[in-house]
């Protein structure tokens, strides 16, 4: 039950109760069939409707909750917002999924700063139906993000990959710690750097969507082939990269696959 006070002004109002939500069908609602039913339980107590005004803390339990036809279970989080900054913590102790996420946002400014941990205990990729083709698929590390922006189109920061392991079929894998860097200069241009001695080097530079960059890249590559038929993308868009290609990625995910030692791929692609 939620109570709220002095609705007749947003700026000062009161608001203090539960939520409970049970096997809510949140993928009907959505249209996304990935998505499945919700249980949740919410604590909410704060004050304030408007982004200035707005200070409230929460904790939930999520008892359930369906995604890509697993049921994830025991799902905790907590977070404060006031003066239009966000800190927040979840975390997850599900029989195949063991992670906790920490998170400080700052929305006070035209592009918001966003500063996210992730440590990731434990995660069966098989179970969680993220990786079919091999019964032993498990994955731990740490994650880091700072960044800035107010839309994935426009974000720039870095992202570092630290004590990464991966286990499948064939063995035990540790990665060396990597990061993949964003920026965009004056005219817009951006680019992206990927230093991993185990994965890729290399960079992609240009101006997209990131919504588009998936068809960007098969026009790229598709355009050797004469009867080749380029997806549709919005006009004024390009895209340059240079890769180096480490083998022990190939090892872990493709082990069929041969490459020769630093083979590397370049392209461009031009859309006006």
């Known amino acids: ?22 096997n809510l069908n949140v993928g009907a609602l959505l249209k996304d069939p990935t998505i499945g039913t919700l249980t ?41 917002f006031k003066n239009q900054l966000f800190n927040g913590i979840v975390k997850a102790k599900d029989s195949n999924l063991d992670f906790e996420f920490k998170g400080l946002a700052d929305l006070s400014k035209k592009e918001s700063k966003f500063d996210f941990g992730v440590k990731v205990k434990h995660a069966d990729l098989h179970a969680l139906n993220f990786v079919q083709n091999d019964s032993i698929s498990k994955f731990k590390g740490n994650i880091i993000i700072d960044g800035q922006g107010n839309s994935i189109d426009n974000v720039i920061g870095e992202i570092q990959f630290r004590d990464l392991q991966y286990t499948n079929s064939r063995g035990n894998y540790t990665l060396e710690n990597f990061e993949v860097k964003s920026s965009m200069d004056n005219e817009g241009i951006k680019k992206i750097h990927i230093n ?29 082939y004469a009867h080749f038929k380029p997806y549709k993308i919005a006009e004024n868009q390009f895209i340059n990269f240079d890769f180096t290609v480490n083998n022990k990625i190939i090892e872990i995910f493709a082990p069929e696959v041969q490459i020769g030692k630093n083979t590397s791929l370049q392209g461009k692609n031009r859309r006006r």
């Open 1 to 22: 039950m939620m109570i709220l006070d002095g609705l007749e002004d947003l700026d000062k109002t009161v608001y203090n109760g539960k939520v409970s939500v049970n």
């Open 40 to 80: 949740i339980d919410i604590e909410i107590q704060g004050s304030g409707f408007t982004p200035k005004s707005l200070f409230a803390r929460a904790k939930g339990d999520v008892h359930s909750f369906v995604y890509n036809n697993y049921r994830y279970n025991n799902i905790y989080f907590t977070g404060d």
């Open 196 to 224: 991993s001695p185990d994965i890729i080097n290399g960079y992609v530079t240009g101006t997209y969507k990131v919504a588009e960059i998936k068809k960007i890249f098969q026009n790229a590559f598709g355009s050797i």
